[in-house]
């Protein structure tokens, strides 16, 4: 069974950084195109980005409202998944989700993690 | 961006009631349409894939269709566990974009 747990969240100053890790099982993860979604309390589903197996260029996307604060990134041999954020705001307080793509047909994301809380706030 | 709008917002359903959610796309994205469920405090979960796909273990009260940029989701002799808000999600085209959600509520 596929599994992600997140974790890094916590209470960060506007203007702070954080690292958020994701750490997966059940799957095989150097194939897997991942992706991070975010969701603002009370609000719906936000895509953050996306980074694709190496074996299909390992490249990064990202929403533009954190495209050159955020970064992307995989450490197959450990399956873990990582998103950089930095020059936080107060608009980037989230639940963070890292989520699997299913296949490289539909891109749907197929398994998710519980979540991790990220709250900017002075 | 690819702007996914769907209606209504929220609805009032009875068990047993058949529902239908709309999405519209603000341009074609063929069939890379996804739906997802979310109940509180939990993370989504993938229903349907390309329109019409039933992801595996998802009841068969579940459907899709549409194409292009018109999808509907339907669910049929709604469940008290169905109550739940539903997205969806385009993969047409990054960035990858999702509906504001549809909350399902108990009448």
């Known amino acids: 069974e596929m599994q992600l747990v997140e974790s890094g969240g916590g209470l960060v100053k506007p203007g702070g950084s954080l690292r958020l890790s994701c750490a997966a099982s059940g799957l095989t993860f150097n194939y897997a195109w991942m992706n991070w979604v975010r969701q603002a309390p009370g609000k719906g589903l936000e895509w953050v980005g996306r980074?694709?197996?190496?074996?299909?260029?390992?490249?990064?996307e990202y929403t533009a409202s954190v495209k050159g604060r955020f970064s992307i990134s995989r450490d197959d041999s450990q399956k873990m998944l990582y998103l950089q954020m930095n020059s936080l705001q107060t608009e980037d307080t989230a639940v963070y989700y890292c989520?699997?793509?299913?296949?490289?047909?539909?891109?749907?994301?197929?398994?998710w993690g519980q979540g991790t809380l990220v709250t900017v706030s002075s | 961006d690819i702007q996914m709008t769907q209606s209504p917002s929220s609805l009032s359903a009875s068990a047993g009631d058949r529902v239908t959610i709309s999405c519209r796309a603000s341009e074609s994205i063929t069939n890379y349409l996804n739906w997802y469920q979310q109940t509180p405090g939990k993370a989504p979960k993938l229903l349907i894939y390309?329109?019409?796909n039933l992801q595996s273990g998802v009841p068969s009260r579940f459907s899709g269709s549409g194409s292009g940029t018109d999808f509907i989701l339907t669910i049929n002799n709604l469940q008290p566990e169905d109550f739940a808000t539903y997205y969806c999600h385009q993969t047409y085209n990054t960035p990858r974009t999702f509906g504001q959600g549809t909350k399902v509520e108990i009448k």
């Open positions: 989520a699997a793509v299913r296949d490289p047909t539909s891109f749907s994301l197929i398994s």
């Open positions: 980074i694709k197996s190496k074996g299909s260029g390992g490249t990064t």
């Open positions: 390309s329109v019409s």
